[in-house]
C-alpha cells in the first residue's frame, strides 16, 4: 500500500521546519542594518559604534559555529539547532522590552549566540536527510533563509510609523519574531527526529567523537586551504556590504531612505537564484558554478561603487540584483563543495571551523567600513570589498581551471 498524501508529505519536514528557523534566524539579524539611522540618531552613537555592536553579533555567531558542529557529530543536530533557535527567540523578546543602549547590544549578542547554531548543523543535517538532492536542498534552505534578509527592512518600513521610542514597528517586529520562533523551535523539535530517523541526523550517540586534530588535518590540503580563502574572502566583503549598503545607499548616493530600504530588499529577493545554481551543481559540478557566481558578484559591487554620484536609482538597483543574484547564487553551491569534500565522521566539526574562519571575517568587516566611512569615506572602503570580492574570484576560477 502507498503512503498516504500527508505521509508523502511528511518526507518535507526537516527541510521546511529547519528552513524555516533559518528565515528567522536571518530575518532578526538583519532587521537591524535598516534601523542604524534611527538608533544613531535616538542613542546618539556613531556609525563606528554601531559598527562595532554589528560587529559583536557576528563575532559571537563566527564563535559558536565550530563548537555547534563539533556536538552535532557527537550528540544530535536536532539538540544543537534546538537550543540555538529557542536562544535567539529569547534574544528577539527581550528586544521588546524598551532599556538602555546595553540591553540592546545583550540582545544583539544574545542573538548572535543562537543563530550561530542554524546554519552549519542545518546543512550538516540536511546534507544527510537527502543526500542525492544536496545541492538542490540546501538551494531551498539558503533560499529561505535569505527571504529573512527581504521580509526584515520590510517589515521596519512597514511599522515605522507607529509610536514608541525606536518606533513600535522596532519592538513589535522583534516581539513577533520571538513568538514565532518559539513555536516553529517546538514544532521542528517534536516533528524532525521521526521524519529522519532513519538518516545520522546525531552523532555517536556517546558524547565521543574523533580527535579534534582531525578537524585540522584537512587545512594540510592546499586546494582546500585555498578554497577556505575563497570563503573567507566572500564573508568579509559580503557581510560589510549588507550592514552598510542602506546607509551608503542615503549618505553617498542621495536616494531617499524609503527607497534605499526598497533597494536592500531586492538584494534579497533575487535569492530564488539559489534554486537555479544548487541544481545547477548537482548536475555540472560546484566549482564552475563558484567562479561564475562570485565574478557576477564583483561587477555588481562595483558598479554600484562606479554608480553612485552619476547614476539614479534605477542603474544602482540593477547593480545591487547583480551583486544580489552572485552573491545569494554562490552560497549554496559552496556548502555543497564543502559537504561533498569533508568526510562524513567529521562533517559537522569542519564545516564549523570553516565557518567560524569566514564568519570571523565578516565580524570584522563591518567596524573597519565603520571606521574607514569616517576617516576615507564610504567610497574607499566599499572599493576594498570589491577588491576582496574579485580576489576570491581569481582564486576560484585558479581552483576551477586546475582540478
Not at 112 to 135: C, D, F, I, N, Q
Not at 285 to 301: Q, R
Amino acid at each position: 500500500m502507498g503512503r498516504s498524501p500527508v505521509g508523502r508529505l511528511g518526507r518535507f519536514d526537516a527541510i521546511v521546519l529547519t528552513s524555516t528557523l533559518w528565515f528567522l534566524g536571518k530575518f532578526v539579524r538583519f532587521a537591524f542594518p535598516p534601523l542604524f539611522e534611527r538608533i544613531a540618531g535616538v542613542y546618539e552613537v556613531s556609525t563606528a559604534v554601531l559598527g562595532t555592536a554589528f560587529s559583536g553579533l557576528l563575532l559571537v555567531y563566527a564563535v559558536l559555529q565550530f563548537p555547534s558542529g563539533l556536538l552535532a557529530d557527537r550528540f544530535s543536530s536536532v539538540a544543537v539547532i534546538g537550543s540555538g533557535a529557542a536562544l535567539a527567540a529569547l534574544g528577539a523578546l527581550a528586544l521588546a522590552v524598551d532599556g538602555p543602549f546595553v540591553v540592546l547590544v545583550g540582545a544583539m549578542l544574545t542573538i548572535g549566540a543562537g543563530t550561530g547554531t542554524l546554519k552549519t548543523v542545518g546543512v550538516r543535517l540536511l546534507s544527510r536527510a537527502y543526500p542525492h538532492r544536496t545541492g538542490r536542498t540546501l538551494g531551498v534552505f539558503d533560499t529561505f533563509g535569505t527571504f529573512g534578509g527581504v521580509a526584515a527592512p520590510a517589515a521596519v518600513v512597514a511599522f515605522s510609523g507607529l509610536p514608541g521610542v525606536l518606533g513600535a514597528g522596532w519592538r513589535t517586529t522583534y516581539l513577533a519574531a520571538g513568538i514565532v520562533g518559539i513555536a516553529v523551535t517546538a514544532a521542528f523539535v517534536a516533528r524532525v527526529p521521526d521524519r529522519v530517523s532513519d538518516v545520522d541526523v546525531g552523532g555517536t550517540g556517546t558524547g565521543e567523537g574523533v580527535p579534534v586534530r582531525e578537524y585540522a588535518a584537512l587545512f594540510r590540503n592546499p586546494r582546500f586551504s585555498a578554497f577556505v580563502s575563497v570563503t573567507v574572502l566572500f564573508s568579509f566583503a559580503y557581510n560589510a556590504a549588507i550592514a552598510f549598503l542602506p546607509l551608503y545607499l542615503t549618505r553617498e548616493a542621495g536616494l531617499g531612505s524609503a527607497t534605499a530600504s526598497l533597494l536592500f530588499s531586492a538584494l534579497f529577493a533575487v535569492s530564488l537564484v539559489q534554486l537555479f545554481t544548487g541544481e545547477m551543481s548537482d548536475r555540472t559540478g560546484e566549482l564552475p558554478v563558484i567562479a561564475v557566481t562570485l565574478g557576477l558578484a564583483t561587477v555588481g559591487l562595483g558598479s554600484v561603487v562606479l554608480l553612485t554620484g552619476v547614476g539614479g536609482a534605477l542603474p544602482i538597483g540593477a547593480a545591487i540584483v547583480c551583486l544580489g543574484l552572485g552573491s545569494h547564487g554562490y552560497r549554496p553551491v559552496r556548502s555543497a563543495y564543502l559537504m561533498s569534500v569533508i568526510p562524513a565522521s567529521v562533517a559537522g566539526g569542519s564545516l564549523g571551523a570553516v565557518r567560524t574562519l569566514l564568519m570571523i571575517a565578516g565580524a570584522s568587516s563591518p567596524a573597519l567600513v565603520g571606521y574607514l566611512s569616517e576617516t576615507a569615506g564610504f567610497k574607499p572602503a566599499f572599493w576594498l570589498l570589491t577588491a576582496a570580492l574579485a580576489l576570491g574570484t581569481v582564486v576560484s576560477v585558479a581552483l576551477w581551471l586546475f582540478e
